[in-house]
């Protein structure tokens, strides 16, 4: 089958004509890829750095966003048949501990994730455990479907914070800052600021929904402006997703007391943080994102798409086929694209 | 001042041309009212069916739902100044017992509502406690400032049950049926259904944003069509505002396990009820909702009416200066309206 | 092996000194049954009353409560070994609907029940689904592990209910109300009330930590109080464990506005009831509660065991050799017993 | 009047034997003080550190923490008479905003607090909005009366982390945290873990309640016994209260994936601090936690001391008469005393 692996400790991909068909254990299911997303964290692979150097296996098939069609099953697969068109949650986990058998399978302590620490989806085959597969509702096209799990993320993200009928600031408007600001108005946010150092991506975030897209690049004034938009107060809600120390700061100030942040951004490095101002004094929650809930956000951004309410078009912008990889990680890494998705099906 | 009162103990209210205006106490406001809406309550007070003959005295001045403009403020009023455009929390309590105490006075034990217990807003002035006074935000107009108590039961049911992301039923459309469904949809419902027995309100109830609106006179087939549009399960929520007995036993038939009914309609006298199949065997959540939150639902009804998505212009239909108080009650009992407000300013 | 099982349509078990062994499938475990307790549902099938004789199949082998060693794995098994010892949850489902999917499979659609709709643990051997297998914390006797299937339900209402400083009403102290009264205790209940009509058992309620334990069939003063000893508001949470209609209605007077009730005891009927009164004016909510979080109230119930603060002595009263089966039974249904084990390590 | 005044800018306090009396407004109650606790405010106040010579105005009569007796009310005063006993919630505020009007007013942006932003209870009389007036259940003796302000602060830091069936490591038990310790216990928490760097503090909290008490001035070796001894995971809760940013990481490592912290301790300074491993990959929530819910945290207090669980006594152990303020002072500050009280009844 055709692959894309990571064929050196060094920065690239390169692709495979010929790579062995993986084979299902018993629990498990055989795949065929139709589409896969090029996500942030496949950037850091193809970049090899420090991250990607200290956790990625070279030889890996990357890639962990896809949709397929179900190819072969494991002998001991009770619930699938070849034939059906799934996508699948890439967080492999042995479902022994505390939060795997909790319903919090997203936080199991030995989660494995598919293009990271096995092999991913840049193929046009993949074995996936049967439990973590999730069968796509026809009404969802292939293009969408082969990115719920960066969707995924923004939809855990906004629904673990709570917009409903809610003032919103989204930090950082990437991909799923961008996913974050539509599905944020479908779930009910009343009112969505956005902050980024990108103009078209501002630019965007406002045509999505966001009623001020704030150029944090220039200054901390758009603050005082948040401030006063609501009531004096902040906003109620809070998605950090930029992962800037800067902006974090700044967006627990524009924060009312007693609200939300939900973070889903990775800093760079330990920050220095006031816990006394932005945490401790305001009465406020911070929740950690990671992931998405298994399946609890599948299930949501499965209702969030039958709504007609998300607005992806204009954020998955490319797609190619997968002997492209090149000038699709090209495109992708240089702003060009937001979200690009690769095509097995040629 | 002009009052409209109950005058007997029968049909009807009379109009007095010139009732004293009241006095403020040392913490009260006096508000001279502008606009005034019609409540199905005022319709029983109206009829003087059993329930206004068993709670209500002769001689108040009716009316709990309205807007207007601080006239004078009591010698120990902190909080408010003349000339500022109000409505009114109209649950009046002493902020003794527990709820009251702890942020829920929507449910304290010695609760008094005005226009039913105490004087109401049709009356050129009504006076009002300073904690329970709402200052109203410059960008809602009157019209809607006039309606907020029931606008605020539809909010504080949807909110309650909290519906973002999620399937909801709505049984019964009547006036607050109708809003639930506009404040249901801009709060984040994924997709609505309706039942009701009023073809046009029905109708109504689509266009306001509802994917399927069922007649419920025609039979139950709609709760297994219900079940068949929400993955063979049943609804994620249902927002109770029929009381009737049949409509609620189908109502719980469409909810899937686990989900969350939220009741505000009133069944005229007790329910024979399946508490096994309909609540235990399901593993659902029932709550009872009474008025608006003190002042939660306020404020979220301020970011809902701000966010431009509550679509309200469909539901108040009329408009009567006080002294057609006879056409404009008929109006509303008849149907040809569904919200009617009393205007007091010309 | 030996087991008990329904051998006719009517009363009563037989013991069949040879049946067959069963056989694990492919993500089974064959589980060697150390002691097996009887519950109120195994009396019912026992006397074969209505219940029973619409769902329970002849031939059945009965129980659901168990501790055992595991004996044999399927050939796909992954998690466990022969030698452990462990207990089972009893509700099996085939984890494809929405609440088996999203950490509530205690609520799924397809549950079928060991020892109601498949063999069940009276007996030398049971076959268990792999996920459905709990590792039993070795500080965990096994007269306690052979009983955590109804000790989960008395943990599951009290953790839904949430009792941690609050004062409790448990309605119905029969094994699992009992079961509940030094759970709530245990959980943090600042004042436990309990209500029956079997003197020995309210004794034994008081025993276990309740302030009050009212005789209910010696009329509804107790209602007052209950609300006396509670600033005149009444309880903060019910525990409905009785299924009597009249101890329901008892039960919400003396439920605070805004309170909480948790519903696990079953009407013999539906029930004629005042949703005006007990839920919609006290803006109260209501819990179904059916088995147990799967394994979220089996950790809870681990902690709780651990922390020592369970006593569960009193409760658990007596353990016979399996084939003094019919002893066991008359002594649990005379009410000589309250808990009664079958020991099958003879 | 006598009372205990910041008399310069510098070291402790001054007492004057003969202040005025000070002259409630309309809405204001005047108590007469019989006892009041010092606090580790107080110490601030007394060393006159940077935080206290940025806040405290001169001339200003200290002290939070009281019991007195309701002497005279304003003429707007309409819930209480002279001659009840009453504590009182120092957190003063305005209750225009937000979080004010809906439950929170513990987190209300224009908070003034007694004994820190305007005349406070080390004297014969105080003056009280009356909506700040706590009534002191007559089960509750003066000596715990006079300290509900810290035991509040301990209480809802539990209840807002929520500690039933959960095992709970408490960071750091200075006065607040050994409360914590006994509430915790009885708010239903299964085991409670312990760090601090005092010995006899670390004895102490063992007797209250704790299954272990580490000394962290030892190292970090505990951090790997808590995670032993719950499950290999770590513990469901911490209870921040030490504001140390050593004992911070290491509180962090020893929570579970999807724990919650409470945080309560200030740190001097802003920390550097791992979001990513802490919070983001964890999963996990984080609450500030700001003085004590008005009143839910006073009810629950309440709920708590008439269960009779909490253990006190070990806690409150020195009383002096105002006139030996110096002697109270030190016994605080040099740690022989934990919680001291001045009493005004000589």
Known sequence: MRALYKHHAGQGLAFDPSRHIPEPGARDVLIRVKKAGICGTDRHIWQWDDWAAGRIPVGIVTGHEFVGIIERVGSAVTQYQPGLRVS????????????ARTGNAHIARDTRIIGVDRDGCFADYIVIPEENVWPVHPDIPDKVAAVLDPLGNAVHTVMAA???????LISGVGIIGLMAVTVAKAAGASRIFCTDINPPRLELAKKLGAVEAYDASKGDDWVQDVIK???GEGVDVVLEMSGSPIAMGQSFQALRNGGTVAMLGLPAKPVTFDFNEHIIFKGCTVLGINGRKIFETWYQMEDLLLSGRLELDDIITHEFPIEQFDKAFQTMMSGDGIKVVLNLEN
Chains 1, 2, 3, 4 share one sequence.
């Open 162 to 168: 709570g917009v409903s009928a809610k003032t919103v």
């Open 88 to 99: 699948a949650e890439g967080h492999i986990c042995s479902h022994t501990d505390y939060n």
């Open 229 to 231: 938009q609501t009531r």
